[in-house]
């Protein structure tokens, strides 16, 4: 299930800094009830180690001009907010619509709409849009002991193939069972060098793709997909992705 919210500035203008996905998953926590925000802060959803939330969230999407170091929204902007998870959306969507004003980056906003997002038909292959950057990795072993973490571009296999068994992994953390996977893909359609993403979230420099994928996956995996994101990171704002419908012009070239 997918959400967009939409909001309005109420002093003139909402202003962010630009590395700001800190203060969405902020927002987003706080606009669920006690309950839920700490269970899924702190535990998630287990499989040994890996604690994974089950939602992503877009850019801030409108016209923003960046000023002085900092993003700045004059006018109406909006944020996708994605999870397998229902109640987890529904509660979002109660909260921030109960609350009137409210507070984003220390910013007044006002919520100009909430609107549920029609399920997408599935045509395999499919274009999928990164709405957030797409960041895929492996931390590896340095010859001194020391760890380093080494990030993907989609156009090395691994990208794909660890963009696949992370679907897998969702939907086996979620639903307790196995998808078959064979043959699936997620490969760059429309990706170039421009599309390269470096971010900082908390302190830390996180790398990450845009632009449009061909992804060949079966139906169970495009569902996680578009609920649950792409690659890692996705809580913290990385991999949120929508159907993308290609002009006349690029239909011809799939």
């Known amino acids: 299930m997918r959400l967009r919210l939409s909001f309005s500035p109420v002093e003139g203008a909402c202003i962010l800094p630009v590395h700001y996905n800190h203060v969405i998953q902020g927002f987003i926590y706080r606009h669920l009830n006690p309950e839920m925000a700490t269970s899924l ?6 499989e040994g180690k890996r604690r994974l939330k089950m939602f992503v969230f877009s850019r801030l999407m ?55 997002a029609a399920e997408e038909a599935y045509q395999c292959p499919v274009l999928l849009q990164a709405l957030s950057p797409v960041t895929v990795y492996s931390t590896l072993s340095r010859a ?5 973490t080494y990030y993907y571009s989609p156009f090395e296999p691994e990208f794909s193939e660890q963009v696949v068994r992370n679907l897998q992994r969702k939907w086996r953390v979620l639903y307790g069972s196995e998808v078959s996977a064979e043959g699936a893909t997620v490969k760059p359609w429309r990706v170039n060098t421009r599309n390269q993403h470096i971010a900082l979230y908390k302190g830390t420099v996180i790398k990450g793709w845009s632009g449009i994928y061909e992804a060949s996956l079966p139906d169970p995996l495009f569902r996680m997909a578009l609920d649950a994101g792409l690659g890692s990171k996705n809580s913290q704002g990385f991999g949120c992705v929508s159907v993308y419908t290609p002009r006349v012009k690029e239909a011809a070239q799939l």
């Open 144 to 148: 001194d002991g020391r760890r380093k």
């Open 62 to 116: 409108g016209n923003p001009v960046v000023r002085d170091g900092r993003i700045v929204f004059s006018h109406e902007f909006s944020l996708v907010v994605a999870s397998p998870e229902v109640g987890f959306l529904e509660t979002l969507a109660l909260h921030v619509m109960d609350a009137g004003e409210l507070s984003l980056g220390g910013n007044r906003v006002r919520l100009a709409s909430v609107e549920v």
């Open 41 to 46: 802060h702190d535990e998630g959803f287990a």
